[in-house]
């Protein structure tokens, strides 16, 4: 009688018997791949999503660069301005999944130019940065120098004089409390912060350009 022959495949040239232990743990790694990759599609999704919804924040100038290069199609920037339309939570649920879709169809050259958007949009602009620097400097050129109020005032001519004078004196109190407390964090108080709010809200209204304060080179 004629053995019945084993069933079973081969794996680079090695025949795996169908049960054995060889096969089952073949067919365990084989299941923790599709898992894995699994995972991955659902993380890439995820993010393709979350992206998509923040297309709804993306300012109009850096929309118009997206459509002018192609990467932002007609279709899902139709989607978008339809999703910030909509109202009712649910319709704006399923709008935002549409929006998804659509995102899972794009070039990962869109994709990447869609990022770069939208983190370009966070980052400070470079003025920005400097009016926030001036404050900086013009808070404390006026607690350090009596004279730096004068030039502040041809500056700020809405500025409550009084006021700041009174803040002006808080903050070097509070200043001088901290040097005579050796060894203690420095802490700036609320006078040292108001101060801050005060010029940097006033620099917002003028040109940044000539904000710039004094320095002793000058």
């Given amino acids: 009688m004629s053995r019945k022959p084993t069933k079973g495949y081969y794996v680079?040239?090695?025949?795996?018997?169908?049960?054995?232990?060889?096969?089952?743990?073949?067919?365990?790694?084989?299941?923790?791949?599709?898992d894995q990759s699994k995972t991955d599609l659902k993380k890439a999704s995820d993010r393709l999503q979350t992206l998509g919804e923040s297309l709804?924040?993306?300012?109009?100038?850096?929309?118009?660069?997206?459509?002018?290069?192609?990467?932002?199609?007609?279709?899902?920037?139709?989607?978008?301005?339809e999703a910030k339309r909509i109202s009712n939570f649910?319709?704006?649920?399923?709008?935002?999944?549409?929006?998804?879709?659509?995102?899972?169809?794009?070039?990962?050259?869109?994709?990447?130019?869609?990022?770069a958007a939208l983190d370009e949009q966070r980052r400070p602009s470079a003025q920005a940065t400097l009016a926030l620097h001036q404050a900086e400097q013009w808070r404390d050129q006026l607690i350090a120098d009596d004279d730096a109020l004068t030039r502040w005032l041809a500056l700020d001519a809405q500025a409550d004089v009084q006021h700041l004078r009174a803040l002006i004196r808080q903050a070097r109190k509070d200043a001088q409390?901290?040097?005579?407390?050796?060894?203690?964090?420095?802490?700036?108080?609320?006078?040292?912060?108001?101060?801050?709010?005060?010029?940097?809200?006033?620099?917002?209204?003028?040109?940044?350009?000539?904000a710039t304060p004094a320095t002793d080179s000058e």
């Fill in 177 to 210: 409390d901290v040097k005579e407390r050796p060894g203690e964090a420095l802490r700036h108080g609320k006078a040292f912060r108001e101060i801050f709010q005060i010029v940097r809200e006033a620099l917002g209204r003028d040109d940044p350009d000539a």
């Fill in 56 to 81: 709804l924040t993306l300012g109009a100038g850096a929309t118009a660069r997206l459509v002018e290069t192609e990467h932002l199609p007609e279709k899902l920037l139709d989607a978008v301005n």
């Fill in 90 to 115: 649910e319709g704006r649920r399923r709008q935002m999944q549409f929006i998804g879709k659509l995102m899972r169809k794009l070039t990962d050259d869109s994709v990447a130019a869609i990022e």
């Fill in 12 to 34: 680079r040239g090695q025949f795996v018997a169908e049960g054995s232990e060889l096969d089952l743990e073949l067919k365990r790694e084989l299941k923790g791949s599709v």
